[in-house]
């Protein structure tokens, strides 16, 4: 079993709608990151959290530590949203667990 | 400025060969990390570097990957003797500071397809 689990595996939208995408994780951890890869591309990293809420954009992400849970959500989502978005946590030590992804495509 | 640079972004080779896989990090950031995304796979941590202290390879495949980084800087990868299952996009990362908290920086990564 993973232990990140992210849901849902892909997600199709309309453009303008609101987006969540869930992440949650069997360990204890130091911070949870956000990672998003576009198709045929690299990796950027969108958020690095430890607690509450970061915002940058459109794009928000929450975590709640007690719960084991993290959310990331896209305002007014856009067509150049779509790509696999990522969430992976880094516990006592700096390797990375990665959830295996999920695929969002925003439909104009 | 520069982001993390790898080379070469694809690789072919024939089963049983050796690749070698380069990353360059950002100037400046003393952590390097190599991970694999195999085709319908999460990516999986392989090494990582962190200034001049041992490198940590616990999360290496076998003994045929192996890894270095030379004046704090470059790193390569070799896979020796090549199988078809180490077909997959191998990922080059470096973060600034020793903080495992720190925010990584990926290269695009090099494609490698073994026949």
């Given at each position: 079993?993973?232990?990140?689990?992210?849901?849902?595996?892909?997600?199709?939208?309309?453009?303008?709608?609101?987006?969540?995408?869930?992440?949650?994780?069997?360990?204890?951890?130091?911070?949870?990151?956000?990672?998003?890869?576009?198709?045929?591309?690299?990796?950027?990293?969108?958020?690095?959290?430890?607690?509450?809420?970061?915002?940058?954009?459109?794009?928000?992400?929450?975590?709640?530590?007690q719960e084991k849970h993290s959310s990331l959500h896209i305002t007014a989502s856009h067509p150049r949203d779509s790509a696999v978005y990522i969430c992976a946590?880094?516990?006592?030590?700096?390797?990375?667990?990665?959830?295996?992804?999920?695929?969002?495509?925003?439909?104009? | 400025?520069?982001?993390?640079?790898?080379?070469?972004?694809?690789?072919?080779?024939?089963?049983?060969?050796?690749?070698?896989?380069?990353?360059?990090?950002?100037?400046?950031?003393?952590?390097?990390?190599?991970?694999?995304?195999?085709?319908?796979?999460?990516?999986?941590?392989?090494?990582?570097?962190?200034?001049?202290?041992?490198?940590?390879?616990?999360?290496?495949?076998?003994?045929?990957?192996?890894?270095?980084?030379?004046?704090?800087?470059?790193?390569?990868?070799?896979?020796?003797?090549?199988?078809?299952?180490?077909?997959?996009?191998?990922?080059?990362?470096?973060?600034?500071?020793?903080?495992?908290?720190?925010?990584?920086?990926?290269?695009?990564?090099?494609?490698?397809?073994?026949?």
């Amino acid at each position: 079993k993973n232990e990140v689990e992210q849901s849902p595996q892909n997600l199709t939208a309309q453009e303008g709608e609101f987006i969540t995408i869930n992440c949650s994780y069997s360990v204890g951890i130091s911070a949870l990151h956000w990672l998003q890869q576009h198709p045929g591309g690299g990796i950027v990293s969108l958020f690095m959290l430890s607690s509450g809420k970061k915002k940058h954009g459109r794009l928000i992400a929450t975590i709640n530590i007690q719960e084991k849970h993290s959310s990331l959500h896209i305002t007014a989502s856009h067509p150049r949203d779509s790509a696999v978005y990522i969430c992976a946590y880094g516990g006592s030590n700096y390797k990375l667990t990665f959830g295996k992804g999920t695929l969002l495509t925003v439909n104009p | 400025g520069a982001g993390v640079s790898q080379s070469p972004s694809n690789k072919v080779t024939e089963k049983g060969k050796d690749v070698e896989l380069r990353c360059d990090p950002i100037s400046g950031h003393t952590a390097l990390y190599w991970y694999r995304q195999s085709l319908g796979q999460g990516l999986e941590f392989l090494i990582y570097f962190q200034g001049n202290s041992a490198p940590d390879k616990s999360g290496l495949p076998s003994d045929r990957f192996s890894a270095e980084r030379t004046g704090g800087s470059v790193s390569t990868l070799t896979i020796q003797r090549t199988q078809q299952e180490d077909s997959a996009v191998y990922l080059c990362a470096s973060s600034p500071t020793p903080d495992r908290n720190s925010p990584l920086h990926f290269g695009n990564g090099t494609r490698l397809t073994v026949t």
